[in-house]
């Protein structure tokens, strides 16, 4: 019954709550009208003398037969046309509805928001449609939100999509229906949250300094602005050169000189880094001028300085004080 | 062998010497009993898998997930690959068609005898693959995921192609004895239903059969090779449009057959013929046509085309009509029937209940809006469990029961099979209703039996599988037990006036002294 179904928490829960109720109440009757006939029948007619036969056969009764069939016919078309508008509802998400990506992997989920945080939860605001694209890098997984009424499997290599408008600011349960081996953990939680708080909420964890030591920022951005792409950290040359053992020590350039890699020389190697390249280098990397700022910059001086023997003691800052402990669940980048 | 059953009292086929003995035989009723020996093999290995989960989540267990994945696992494959389908065809079928037909033997001897090796070479290998280690990838068996998945799949693949074969044998000897050996005067609009519903079914069987045997053995190649039709970059929808072509006419083709036992039996219980029998025919053509075009409903909310789902939608609603029609003349024959007291008349009211019950959830599945919502969550699970263990076994223990008496020429004693009925009942709606709430909820289709229910629910299905193992217990016993009563059931104990009744009880080994003549099947 309606209890059966989560607390609705989403506007289209109605596309699916609607033709359930209905659904139920015909269908519990229908079962409890064939089967209660079934037993009258049994009860009724059963052999009352050892010799006794059964009416001799008859053909269905016209008027019956119709009624019934009749009957059956509208239970079809009932779940055929009240769960139209539902299914077209979950189809098309709505113009402007807010981007998520999401990837789904065997050790859970990441939720890429427009402006590049990623998180482990999935943290929408309420009133605001929220589109889900969805890709998994392993196996075929699942985003289900009961609450929401949303299932939708995902699969390698393919995209899905998914919508859905909260209505209520909660925290629901959110993970995936579809079975994906053993020890696929996919759980996690949909945190939804009125738009002022949501706003509040990705401002501060876009802000990566927030909760990590300078250092940590540094491999966060490492990480997210594709650097890794062309440099390792344990001593292999890509395209670029290992980040090992590089701050503090001396190299020569292309063009005959020597530099100290020192925290001046870094930053100029990010902003216009084919000035003066490295020996046996191409000079061939994006400049990152007006891409990344004068704090950022430090935060992967630090870090580099955590890779190399020359680095000097590493930094020991505790990481600025949290506001929000319930926020901090999102704030793992990956 | 043979030497100490020609010592047997029981007579007929039983104590007969027969060329083969009982393991090489080409006798189509001692198939069909070694037949129900090796479902019912199924069925407990079935019972044993499905117990474990349950076991788990009342805390009765250490918690091993994957132990219980693989549970699940082979729960699911050997119910539904090992008895669901081939159960009513490969035990009344073998059985009963040639006596219901009016014949000597099935049409293809040999193809029975082969069929019931594979079977049981398909079983004995899904019972090694457990015992190597199992896999537990779910018993869809989903790519990617089955190629990379841990576990001995090649054992398994070989022991689920070994039951496509069976059934595929099953199938072509079904036909073939239909289409030619129906007594003189028994034309195709005379054969009782369960005839009629066997040899509808057995296409699907022939079709089902050999797709599902070829795709798991694909599905084994490019898990060893890494390559191939559903290989690593092969789309895995791919292989679930494969995977549920083969297997969503297995509910159908299992539960057509299980009605055309109830027919047989209601008429026979009842005394009376059917009502509507050219309705029921034409029924249960469009029930199984449908199943075929309607695979897609499995894959709503899988990333299928939308206009795909809608269509399918439509297509699978469109049962509701001819599972009306069933339905409608089942009660028909009810009515005003002379209907006797027995273990059959419970077991029938159950089918009528359980299998009521799945076709409505059906209607849950194919609503555009809902299916999407109810298809990857334990709603799903829970209607399977419903055809498997309340359709089909209800039927097939209602013709069990019906039938025994012809069997072994031993009568059933009823006030027992009724009780086991009425334990079978309750253990089914108990053991698999908390499912139904379950999944509304959301819980996980296939896996769900892993999470904790909500308060109070798995204790109620662990008390209705307590049920449903009491049920079988009584039943299965009663009627093994009955073959030590003395008395002799009679040739016609029903009543009934189907061709397998004028025969002996058991029947001898040729069926018939003289080949009787067609006539109206439940002779009006």
Sequence with gaps: ?334 | MSDRTANSPLGGYLSAAVPGGWFATRDHKRIGLMFAAWTTGALLLGLMFGILPMVRSLGGMEDDAGGVLRALTYQRLILVFMFLAPAIPAVLGHFLLPLQLGARNLALPVFSLWSLRLYAAGLVLALASVLAGGVSFGWTMPTPLSLTGDGVFWLLAAGLACSGFSWFLVGVNIIVTVHHHRAPGLGFFRMPLLSWSLYLGAYLLVMSGLILAIIVLYLAGARGTGRGLFGPDADPLLWLNYFWFATRPVVFFALVPAAGVVFDVVAGIGRKAVTGYRMVVGSMIALLALSVVTWGVHLSGYGQAPHLTFVFSVLSLLGAVPVALIAYSLLATLHRGAIACSAPTTFTVAFVLHAGIAAVMGLFLASPALGAYLNTTMFATAQIDYVMWGGVLGAFLAGLHFWWPKMTGRPVNHPVGRFGAFLYLIGVNLAFFPQVIQGVGGAPVDVGALEPGPTGLTEIAALGWLFLVSGLIVAIGNLVGSLWVKEAAGDNPWGACTLEWTTASPPPVDNFAVRPAGGDPYGT
Aim: proline share 6%; net charge negative.
């Design chain 1, 1 to 334: 019954m309606a209890t059966w179904l989560p607390a609705a928490a989403s506007r289209q829960a109605e596309g699916v709550d609607g033709p359930f109720q209905g659904l139920y109440v015909a269908a519990a009757f229908a079962v409890a009208f064939a089967a209660g006939l079934a037993l009258a029948y049994v009860m009724l007619f059963r052999r009352r003398d050892e010799s006794a036969r059964g009416a001799p056969a008859g053909r269905p009764h016209p008027l019956y037969l119709g009624l019934w069939t009749l009957l059956a016919a509208g239970l079809a078309v009932y779940a055929l046309v009240a769960g139209f508008p539902g299914f077209l509802d979950q189809t098309v998400p709505p113009y402007g509805a807010y981007p998520v990506g999401v990837t789904a992997r065997n050790d859970g989920f990441d939720f890429t928001y427009p402006g590049g945080h990623v998180a482990d939860t999935l943290h929408v605001a309420v009133g605001k449609p929220v589109q889900l694209t969805m890709t998994s890098e392993d196996v075929i997984h699942g985003l289900s939100v009961p609450a929401m009424r949303v299932h939708q499997a995902i699969l390698p290599g393919r995209q899905a999509t998914a919508w859905f408008e909260a209505t209520l600011a909660d925290t629901f349960d959110l993970r995936s229906n579809i079975h994906g081996g053993e020890g696929a953990a996919l759980r996690t939680a949909l945190v939804s949250h009125q738009p002022a708080d949501f706003d509040e909420w990705l401002r501060r964890v876009s802000d990566i300094f927030t909760g990590r030591t300078l250092a940590e920022a540094g491999e966060l951005l490492y990480n997210r602005e594709g650097c890794k792409a062309c440099h390792t950290t344990d001593g292999t040359r890509l395209v670029g050169p290992s980040f090992k053992d590089v701050y503090g020590f001396e190299f020569p350039t292309r063009d005959g000189k020597t530099v100290l890699v020192d925290d001046a020389y870094i930053k100029e190697s990010i902003l216009t880094p084919n000035v003066s390249v490295v020996a046996g280098y191409e000079p061939v990397m994006t400049p990152y001028e007006g891409k990344l700022g004068d704090k950022e910059i430090e935060a992967i001086t630090a870090w580099l300085k955590t890779l190399s023997s020359k680095g000097g003691a590493a930094e020991e800052a505790e990481p600025e004080a949290e506001g929000d402990p319930a926020a901090g669940d999102g704030q793992e980048d990956k």
